[in-house]
């Protein structure tokens, strides 16, 4: 078929191509939209932003240390939205070391029930040596789901301190997933999990100390604290509650703030791999150039 579909698999796809994807993954295609995230996370994000014309979609975002359930959680969420009729999405980031074979695995078999229902998507995006990184790939991403007419994205981020803010920015809320113990809430502060927090849960509260944990944390923080067995569902509808809550408090603060570190790390992000970079660099390191005026000509100011 003429459809430019095969000119994707050659170099970069133009609009008529992504058109056509964007039409095959709403006949229901995995492929297709495996192949849209895919033009996401790559340099070729730009023909996709020029083709698709989607409005905002509603981002939760789950973060949390290493194994403390945000899967488990996302996967009784995936559930609660579900019964509610929506089309969910999750999207799995992790910056530092994308998702191997066996880390999907164990996340597709926590997310079981849901693989075959034609209204959940579930994906992880890598970034990693990727032009821009997560700051650039995320909102592209976002935006292919909007287009597809996902009601909900549910993204996933290891809280180790280097994301948080960026993943932060583009969800409302941002639900910061803990385990009892002193020792968990002493490493999400280290990792400044607790300032991004909208939502701090204490999960696997079927283990000794929940209730201690949640009052420091409470403490610490100001916040709420929701407890959480995610594993039998319990505490779900509260959390579902406590999410839908903060979003209808959202108002053009909330968002103007969110906006501007979205728009701060996406800048600092451009300017990494600004072309010019190198050779000011070079000239401030060797004496030729000061840094000061290095630094407005890579931003093109004029002159102080
Ligand atoms: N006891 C108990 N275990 C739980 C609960 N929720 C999750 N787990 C278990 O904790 C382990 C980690 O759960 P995941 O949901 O994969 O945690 P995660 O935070 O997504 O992990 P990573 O993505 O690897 O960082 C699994 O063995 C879960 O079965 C809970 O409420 N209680
Ligand atoms: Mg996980």
Do not use: C
């Not at 495996?34 to 789950?62: K, N």
């Not at 976002?142 to 180790?160: I, K, P, Q, Y």
């Not at 113990?181 to 990792?191: H, I």
């Not at 790390?265 to 600004?274: D, N």
Request: glycine residues 12%; aromatic residues 2%.
């Amino acid at each position: 078929m003429g459809t430019g579909l095969s000119a994707h698999r050659e170099g970069p796809p133009g609009p008529a191509a992504v058109a056509a994807l964007l039409d095959a993954a709403r006949g229901g295609s995995r492929r297709a939209v495996g192949r849209l995230l895919t033009l996401a996370e790559g340099p070729e994000r730009g023909v996709l932003l020029d083709a698709i014309d989607a409005g905002p979609v509603r981002v939760v975002g789950v973060t949390g240390p290493p194994g403390a359930g945000k899967s488990t959680t996302i996967a009784a969420l995936v559930g609660a939205y579900r019964e509610r009729g929506l089309r969910v999405a999750v999207l799995a980031v992790d910056p530092s070391s994308p998702y191997s074979g066996g880390a999907i695995l164990g996340d597709r078999i926590r997310m079981a029930q849901h693989v075959s229902d034609p209204d959940v998507l579930i994906r992880s995006l890598a970034t990693r040596g990727h032009l821009g990184g997560l700051a650039a790939a995320v909102p592209a991403a976002l935006r292919v789901l909007a287009a597809l007419d996902f009601d909900v994205v549910l993204l996933e981020s290891v809280g180790v301190g280097q994301s948080e803010v960026e993943i932060a920015a583009v969800a409302d809320p941002t639900v910061v997933v803990l385990n009892p113990g002193a020792g968990d809430a002493v490493q999400a502060a280290k990792a400044g999990l607790l300032e991004v927090a909208d939502l701090l849960v204490v999960n696997k509260a079927d283990r000794e100390g929940a209730a201690q944990t949640v009052r420091d944390l409470h403490v610490e923080t100001g916040l709420a604290v929701l407890t959480l067995v995610a594993i039998r569902g319990e505490g779900v509808p509260e959390l579902v509650e406590a999410i839908e809550a903060h979003h209808r408090a959202d108002d053009p603060d909330r968002r103007a703030a969110r906006a501007r570190v979205q728009v701060l790390s996406l800048a600092q992000t451009l300017l990494r791999s600004h072309p010019d970079l190198d050779g000011l660099v070079a000239e401030v390191g060797d004496g030729r150039s000061d840094v000061y005026g290095a630094a407005r000509r890579l931003l093109a100011l004029p002159a102080e």
